[in-house]
């Protein structure tokens, strides 16, 4: 769909070039089109924009059948926002190789994924997001291995926006982050943390938002953006959003049923795996200070 808007704007922006260049296209009609085709690419202001040409394009058609084509494409003038929607199952595990063949290729495209840390919809499988300890389907006595950092790896290539967000716990910083992601100029990647059913909330899924809060609290969960603009600026692209834990790694763990219920399986094992957790959150913590330190 990305790839098929791009087509269809470029065609356009070409009839706007003809036109601007076509002595038929009256002088006001001119500044208008190329107004547009300066800012073609920006989204504040693109409705507007898109309207003053739908007008004089409409106006000049009679006579400039250039402006005619460029009439009958008109919903091609408004910069759309394009966004992929996901879960982790797909993001992190199943579907990770698209994932990264979409951000890759260095298109404008936004993707969304909802962090649950576990296949959802298909009946709470363990996946590539699951953590340390936690309890799923085909790891019934604890996932073993510490989560995938996605963030990070998509950092790694240095030319896409990437951010971590909890909506619970900073809104402000999950909007800032939303709308960095739409206006940067390339693929941005937007992966929040999200509370299912799967997770067990005690307090129940109507305090899911303080859930997310208490996350972040604990050092379960970090807030951060990644912009490569600001490197391009000479400034450091990393900002570390979320403050230093306040709250108990531990208490916030048995507050959910997907890790509460490995002590009450296996008792001899479950604090073992618990600190496990913990340190496996400490070091992603040091690796993101690292970072924004540099």
Same mark, same amino acid.
């Given at each position: ?19 601007i ?25 693109t409705?507007?924009?898109a309207?003053?040409v ?13 402006c ?12 759309r ?8 199952g797909?993001?992190y ?6 994932l ?27 996946s590539?997001?699951? %953590?340390?300890? /936690?309890v *799923?389907? &085909?790891?019934?006595?604890? $996932?073993k291995?510490k ?7 998509f950092m ?5 926006y ?9 809104k ?8 960095e ?19 067990g ?5 109507g ?7 208490k ?7 970090h ?14 692209g ?13 208490d916030?763990?048995m ?5 509460s ?5 296996f %008792?001899?094992? /479950?604090? *073992?795996? &618990?600190?496990k957790?913990? $340190?496996?959150m400490?070091?992603?913590?040091e690796?993101y200070?690292k970072?924004a330190?540099?």
């Open positions: 769909m990305v790839l098929a808007t791009e087509q269809l704007r470029e065609k356009t922006a070409m009839d706007v070039r003809e036109a260049a076509n002595e038929n296209t009256p002088a006001a009609a001119q500044a208008v089109l190329q107004e547009w085709l300066d800012h073609k690419e920006e989204t504040e202001g409705r507007e924009r309207d003053k739908t007008a004089v394009v409409e106006a000049a058609k009679e006579q400039c059948p250039v005619q084509r460029i009439y009958d494409r008109r919903d091609c003038l408004v910069k926002s394009q966004w992929i929607f996901g879960g982790d797909w993001s595990d199943i579907g990770y190789g698209g990264d063949h979409v951000l890759a290729s260095g298109a404008n495209v936004n993707v969304l994924v909802f962090d649950t840390e576990v296949y959802s919809n298909t009946g709470g499988q363990s590539k997001a699951t %953590p340390t300890a /936690a *799923a389907k &085909f790891a019934a006595g604890g $996932k291995t989560k995938k950092d996605l963030g990070r790896i790694s290539y240095g030319y896409i990437v951010a971590q967000v909890a909506m619970g716990a900073d402000a910083q999950c909007l800032k982050a939303i709308q992601a739409e206006a940067y100029p390339g693929p941005s990647l937007v992966i929040a943390y999200a509370p299912c059913i799967n997770h909330i005690k307090a129940g899924m305090c899911a938002q303080r859930e997310a809060k996350a972040v609290d604990a050092g379960y969960w807030l951060y953006r990644y912009n490569p603009t600001q490197e391009e600026a000479g400034k450091n990393f900002s570390l959003d979320s403050k230093d834990p306040v709250g108990n790694i531990k916030f763990l507050g959910e049923v997907r890790y219920s490995l002590k009450t399986m %008792p001899d094992t /479950a604090d *073992a795996f &618990f600190d957790t913990a $340190k496996d400490e070091q992603r913590l690796a200070k970072l330190d540099k």
